[in-house]
T-cell receptor, first 112, second 112 residues
């Protein structure tokens, strides 16, 4: 069965520091992978997605993610975080039937 | 171009009651998926509709049912509400031939 693991429930970084959020997935075939961001009380906004091709994917708001098949990982990175990046981040995998399976999320806190 | 519209935004119901949530897809989208997001959790897939048919279903009881209309809008119905049904219900729409799903802002359901 497909699954997504986000090992960090909370992450705190200082404004201007770099960020890496971890994501590991379990899926038998080549996965479709996503990162979404959710601000409090809001819906989900797509940051980036990987379907095939270049394993380094660029997204919105300066985020990028790297697909590593050997490690079953799809970690999200940003070189310099802003206070407005404080939110909940969800990694997700989609199966061939368009069902999206989400991780439990990582809450990002930004220190001024 | 309106995105995904969900109504109502907030709802309070009593245990045992029934509720209907609505979703209007983004223009050009023909597929609607519903997700339940409990507090502090990632979204859980409920079911997906395409061409007015339920195409696949997650691990939710039959109390959860849905419908898709010819204009691609959709309803989620929950019968015999339980306290545990309290959650944010998210609608995601997309095109059957394209794996880019757009999420609405959700309906916050509170069962008392």
């Amino acid at each position: 069965a497909q699954s997504v693991t986000q090992p960090d429930i909370h992450i705190t970084v200082s404004e201007g520091a770099s960020l890496e959020l971890r994501c590991n997935y379990s899926y038998g075939a080549t996965p479709y992978l996503f990162w979404y961001v959710q601000s409090p009380g809001q819906g989900l906004q797509l940051l980036l997605k990987y379907f095939s091709g270049d394993t380094l994917v660029q997204g919105i708001k300066g985020f990028e993610a790297e697909f590593k098949r050997s490690q079953s990982s799809f970690n999200l990175r940003k070189p310099s975080v802003h206070w407005s990046d404080a939110a909940e981040y969800f990694c997700a995998v989609m199966n061939r039937d368009d069902k999206i399976i989400f991780g439990k999320g990582t809450r990002l806190h930004i220190l001024p | 171009d309106a995105g995904v519209t969900q109504s109502p935004t907030h709802l309070i119901k009593t245990r045992g009651q029934q509720v209907t949530l609505r979703c209007s897809p983004k223009s050009g989208h023909d597929t609607v998926s519903w997700y339940q997001q409990a507090l502090g959790q990632g979204p859980q897939f409920i079911f997906q509709y395409y061409e007015e048919e339920e195409r696949q279903r997650g691990n939710f009881p039959d109390r959860f049912s849905g419908h898709q209309f010819p204009n691609y809008s959709s309803e989620l119905n929950v019968n015999a509400l339980l306290l545990g049904d309290s959650a944010l219900y998210l609608c995601a729409t997309g095109r059957a031939t394209n794996y880019g799903y757009t999420f609405g802002s959700g309906t916050r359901l509170t069962v008392v």
